[in-house]
């Protein structure tokens, strides 16, 4: 089956299409470019890299970008997909989607109105054994947006890697967050993986820390390297 | 041992639909229902048949006539439902649900209580005489055969409700 990848650039996204592309064909990743910082759907930190992921990936990417409002990006993402369907012929759709029954239950009614096949294949996983899935599946991501106490500065730009994820799993248990960030309280995102042809190379980044454990790491530059 | 059977034609569905009832269930035998034998539904003390994904309708092309016969609980979740309806004779009917849904218990059983929200994702359900156990928006949701152990939910308890798989696997 020929399939898009609704593709943010982070951990789920990524290891959702790595798990669809061991049955199906990825046609193209989707990413919606959102201009609302408070999006329930799409805010990510770093939404640009996709570009790059993609050209890594050897991909095409479709992008749209939205003004974020709720509910009216629902229509915009809902343009992506019926572009990414007519220029790729694709049948259905791949997303990372764990957790929120907000998400899921929204791309499920796109798919359904655009008569597409939706795949949610990390549904309902358990957090801290995706997070090692991850790392087994060769993933290189970094944490690029915290935004729950108790994290802090330090996160910022730091991998995910066996004493991250024992950390943040010691987190979990005392602060009731979420160890992979599915309730948006990180965000990642991925530098290097098996698909990648190339890997990513940041040449300039930025820490902006708002306080109130609220910051993230902006990559403004960067470029595909050899692996 | 509790069989699951899986009703995905796509195996990239069964890390949706399968998985998550399986990580629910300590003791469990997963099956695709067109490799389900005789031998498998007798060594099962009870049986859950999964949903699939919203475009998946290949089970209903299937044969499910053991259903008619078997003593052993049986619990049908969504497409797994809409198996149940179409083995014991009750048409389907187009009726789409997305999403977070209030469902309310209209009778009294030995799987849920109350009021409570599930989540749905379908596009046809059938009821025919078998007992409504609780309704959605005025739509029966969970239905009992009126004689057997057999159960039919139509909403996914797997994502928002693991007590009722629970309770139907004590």
């Known amino acids: 089956m020929k399939l898009g990848v609704l593709y943010s650039g982070g951990k789920d996204s990524t290891l959702a299409l790595m798990k669809a592309k061991e049955h199906h064909e990825i046609c193209c990743l989707i990413s919606i470019v959102s201009e609302n910082k408070e999006s329930y759907m799409f805010h990510t930190p770093n939404i640009d890299v996709t570009l790059l992921q993609s050209q890594a990936m050897e991909i095409p990417l479709v992008r749209v970008v939205t003004k974020g409002e709720k509910e009216k990006e629902l229509d915009d993402l809902k343009k992506a997909i019926l572009e990414a369907k007519q220029r790729y012929q694709i049948e259905g759709i791949v997303t990372g989607a764990v957790r929120s029954t907000y998400q899921a239950s929204r791309v499920q009614r796109i798919c359904y109105e655009l008569e597409l096949w939706c795949f949610n294949p990390l549904w309902l996983k358990n957090q801290v054994e995706l997070l090692y899935e991850i790392l087994e599946k060769g993933i290189h991501a970094i944490i690029s947006g915290v935004f729950a106490e108790p994290l802090d500065k330090t996160y910022l730009g730091a991998e995910i890697n066996k004493t991250m994820i024992e950390k943040l799993s010691k987190i979990a248990s005392t602060h009731h967050i979420s160890p992979a960030g599915e309730g948006g309280e990180i965000e990642t995102t991925v530098l290097d993986a098996p698909v990648f042809m190339k890997k990513i190379n940041t040449t300039k980044s930025e820490i902006k820390w708002n306080d109130n454990y609220n910051g993230t790491f902006a990559i403004h530059d960067a470029e595909l390297i050899a692996k | ?170």
């Open chain 2, 1 to 170: 041992m509790i069989l699951i059977i899986s009703t995905c034609r796509e195996e990239l569905s069964d890390s949706e639909f399968v998985r998550p009832l399986a990580i629910l269930i300590e003791d469990h035998n997963i099956i695709h229902y067109t490799r389900v034998r005789p031998a498998d539904i007798a060594a099962a003390k009870k049986i859950i048949i999964s949903g699939t994904a919203l475009k998946d309708f290949e089970y209903l092309k299937h044969d499910f006539s053991w259903l008619l016969k078997t003593n052993k609980p049986v619990l049908g979740i969504c497409a797994g439902m809409q198996i149940i309806a179409k083995a014991f004779g009750i048409p389907l009917e187009d009726h789409t649900t997305i999403g977070p849904q209030k469902v309310e218990v209209v009778t009294e059983n030995k799987l849920a209580e109350g009021n409570f929200n599930a989540y749905f994702l379908h596009t046809k359900t059938g009821t025919g005489n078998f007992q409504t156990l609780a309704v959605s928006n005025g739509k029966p949701c969970m239905i009992k055969h009126p004689l057997s152990e057999i159960y039919g939910c139509i909403f996914h308890p797997e994502v928002m409700n693991e007590e009722i798989i629970r309770k139907f696997t004590e």
